[in-house]
């Protein structure tokens, strides 16, 4: 299992248990009277689990087990991979402290760090895409 | 890697560009907001991701990895039934995904429950074809 595949699931598998975690956060804010920036954690409860968990997961998976690029470049560009894996969990890591603090606080000047965040998931996403793409073949 | 498990993984990865495309837009527009009806998105931002991407690609590595069949029967199963559940499921996810945003009167309500039938259609099909091939592994007496 390549070196970056391990980061990729570790990463992945961290997330899941984080996102449980403020699920039951989230499922006790109320009763427990905790910070009201938890019951604005919807969306990064979910993302957590889609982006940080699952897709993480298959993005980890898929650059390990798809078949080879080439005999040069087996897992095709590194570089975009390594990008991927950053751009992905900075993105998301940017999301999980601003959405829900900019919910809470709208006047704060804090919708930027969505800007980035998203930016930054978008461009992950993608360099999976093009990196991947030519890997998809018969063997 | 059959043919078939291709375009389900290519398709896949068109639906994982599309999806975090539309999220990002959404994303951006609450933090700096851009214009208010792009709320209208968020449908298709799950259909493409849940059942274009995710989904989609399941299905696409389970039809390629899973158990084969042996000689005297296509390895894979049956191809028509993989490229009917293929052409299901990407109905499915458009008429889902997008019918909300580009329907008018009616249609707005029809379409969306058009995908989700039809996305039925292709679990249907997928699970009936692959179901025999879920067992050890080694060669098939068929």
Do not use: C
């Not at chain 1, 804010?29 to 409860?45: D, I, T």
């Not at chain 1, 998976?61 to 992905?88: C, N, Q």
């Amino acid at each position: 299992m390549p070196i970056l595949t391990r980061w990729f699931i570790k990463t992945a598998l961290v997330y899941f248990v984080t996102a449980l975690v403020v699920g039951v956060a989230q499922a006790v804010q109320a009763p427990l009277g905790l910070p009201a920036v938890l019951a604005a954690a919807g969306p990064v409860y979910v993302h957590l689990l889609v982006v940080g968990w699952i897709t993480q997961m298959i993005l980890g998976v898929a650059y390990w087990m798809f078949p080879k690029h080439s005999k040069e470049t087996p897992r095709g560009s590194d570089r975009l991979a390594i990008a991927s894996y950053w751009f992905l969990n900075l993105g998301l890591l940017l999301r999980v402290f601003g959405e829900p603090a900019h919910t809470v606080h709208p006047a704060a000047g804090l919708g930027w760090l969505l800007g980035v965040s998203a930016a930054l998931q978008w461009l992950g996403g993608m360099a999976f895409v093009v990196n991947t793409w030519a890997r998809v073949k018969e063997r | 890697m059959p043919v078939v498990s291709r375009w389900f993984i290519r398709a896949s990865l068109v639906n994982l560009a599309l999806g975090f495309t539309l999220g990002a837009l959404l994303l951006w527009n609450k933090g700096l907001p851009i214009d208010s009806t792009l709320a209208r998105l968020v449908p298709a931002h799950i259909e493409f991701l849940v059942a274009g991407w995710v989904i989609q690609l399941v299905m696409g590595v389970a039809t390629w990895i899973f158990p084969r069949f042996g000689v005297r029967r296509s390895p894979y199963g049956s191809e028509t039934a993989a490229w009917v559940a293929f052409a299901l499921l990407n109905a499915g996810v458009w008429l889902a995904g997008v019918g909300p945003i580009v329907g008018r009167g009616a249609g707005a309500a029809i379409l969306p429950v058009a995908g989700r039938l039809a996305e039925v259609a292709a679990a249907v099909v997928f699970a009936a074809n692959i179901w025999a091939r879920v067992r050890a592994s080694g060669l098939s007496e068929i």
